[in-house]
Every structure is written in C-alpha cells, then in structure tokens.
C-alpha cells in the first residue's frame, strides 16, 4: 500500500509467490496519470476493438514462476496488452515477438491474440518495467521509478531458475539495470550503455549470474523501418536462450 492509501508497488521485503504478485500488479493504482489514461481506454476503445471487454487495469508478466529467461519490454500497448491482460498479445509488436518465440523454440505457437488463446512460453517469462500503458507509448521518469518494486519483486521471485534476460530497447535498459542491482546482481561501474546484440555478465555475490542481453524493441517503428529484422531478432533470442541453458530449435 502506498502512501495515499491506495494499492501500490510492495515493500521489497515482502516476497508472495509470483500469481500472488501479479494479482496484486493487476490491482495496483500508483500513477494517477496511467490509472486514468488505461481506464480511458479501455471506455472508448478503438473501433476495430468495440466489442471487446478492454482489461484496462497494470498488466502482469507472463511465462512460467521458473523462467531461465526474462524479457524485459517498455509498457503494455494501450490497444495491445491493456485490451487484452496478457504482455505483447493483440498487437503487431507482439505478433513480431511471438513469431520470433516460436521460431526458436521458445513458445508453443507463433501467435498471441488473447489471454485464453493456449499460448505457452516454454522457460521464458516476459515483464514491463511499467505494467499500465501509458499516453504515446511514453511512460515519465517518475512512473518508472514508482513500478520498480514490482520488477524488483518478480526478479526476487524468478531469481532461483533466472540466468538471462533479454531488455528491449533503450527505456527498458535504463529502467531494469537499477532493478538488476535491487534484487542481488551486480551490475559493472560505468553502467553498461544500451546497444542491439550487447551482452554483458552480471555477477552475484552469493550465486549464479545474469547474463544480460540488449535487443532493438519490437515496435512497430523499429520493425515497419527494418532497423529490427526477424533475423535480427531471432539471433539475439537464440544467444540469450543458449545462455539461459535453455533447448531451442536451429534457426530457419
Ligand atoms: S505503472 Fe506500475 S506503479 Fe504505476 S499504477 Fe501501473 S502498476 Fe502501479
């Protein structure tokens, strides 16, 4: 409970199991700025969505309590992932992301249209460092430090079984190397600067590190403009899985 009363991001000392986590993401009411913009939203829609029952409410990461891999976003899409609940699923970017899965042998099909459509991810989970969509796509400073907890929280949970993670894009780096720090890792002095293919070794005193890989964010500007192809995706998530121990399929 934050100050004002309201559901907020946790003390980092108390850890409940991950669905207790996102249940509790899911009910969160930090940011007045994102409450009121995914709650307008979700009740005007888009026209191609009218019939739909929009979430509208923080969007919890997805994937398995014993990921090997973490795949660190932005925020959920305000037509994507605050339609449906479920992170990168009815979107384009998540129709990139997800093929990609697939394609590597990470998820057990290649589409992501809606929370009961049967998707599996196979040793990967996938998070936002802010889990309400924000206006333009464009979360502040101040609403990424007030989600960090939340991140803080589910690597403290994912810690036991995590050994990489891939972020996506710029905003996403800057917000989890701090996240990284909070919940054990070590991350090198200078920070590490965000670049597509990065890879850096994040080492824990007491137990296993991260290896950590940076990776163009699929959205539509990066993919429609080719400045991230699906070979350039799938590449980066063939590493970070190999790193991570986990079985992928050869590349096409
Ligand atoms: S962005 Fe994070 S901290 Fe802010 S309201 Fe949403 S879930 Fe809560």
Not at 56 to 61: A, L
Not at 79 to 105: C, I, K, Q
Not at 145 to 161: A, F, K, N, S, Y
Not at 232 to 247: F, S, T
């Amino acid at each position: 409970m934050d100050p004002s009363g309201l559901p907020g991001p946790p003390d980092t000392q108390d850890l409940p199991g991950l669905l207790d986590l996102d249940r509790r993401i899911a009910g969160c009411r930090a940011c007045p700025r994102l409450v009121d913009w995914r709650e307008e939203v979700a009740r005007t829609k888009r026209a191609a969505f009218a019939d739909c029952t929009y979430w509208g409410r923080p969007v919890p990461g997805f994937g398995p309590p014993d990921a090997r891999l973490l795949i660190v976003g932005l925020a959920p899409a305000a037509h994507g992932g605050n339609r449906t609940g479920r992170m990168f699923t009815g979107d384009r970017s998540g129709d990139v992301l997800y093929e990609a899965l697939y394609d590597v042998g990470l998820a057990s099909q290649p589409t992501s249209t809606h929370a009961g459509d049967g998707l599996e991810l196979y040793g990967v989970r996938i998070t936002a460092p802010v889990h309400c969509a924000p206006p333009a796509n464009k979360p502040t400073p101040g609403e990424r430090d007030t989600c960090r907890p939340w991140l803080v929280q589910e690597l403290h949970l994912l810690r036991p079984t995590l050994r990489a993670a891939l972020v996506l894009g710029a905003f996403g780096w800057q917000a989890a190397l701090p996240a990284f720090t909070e919940a054990g890792w070590t991350v090198p002095r200078p920070r590490p600067a965000f670049a597509h293919g990065t890879h850096v070794m994040l080492p824990a005193p007491d137990g296993d590190g991260l290896h950590l890989y940076g990776c163009f964010h699929v959205s539509q500007r990066n993919t429609f403009t080719g400045r991230l192809t699906p070979d350039m995706l799938r590449e980066v998530l063939h590493a970070a899985a190999g790193a991570a121990g986990l079985p992928t399929r050869k590349q096409r």
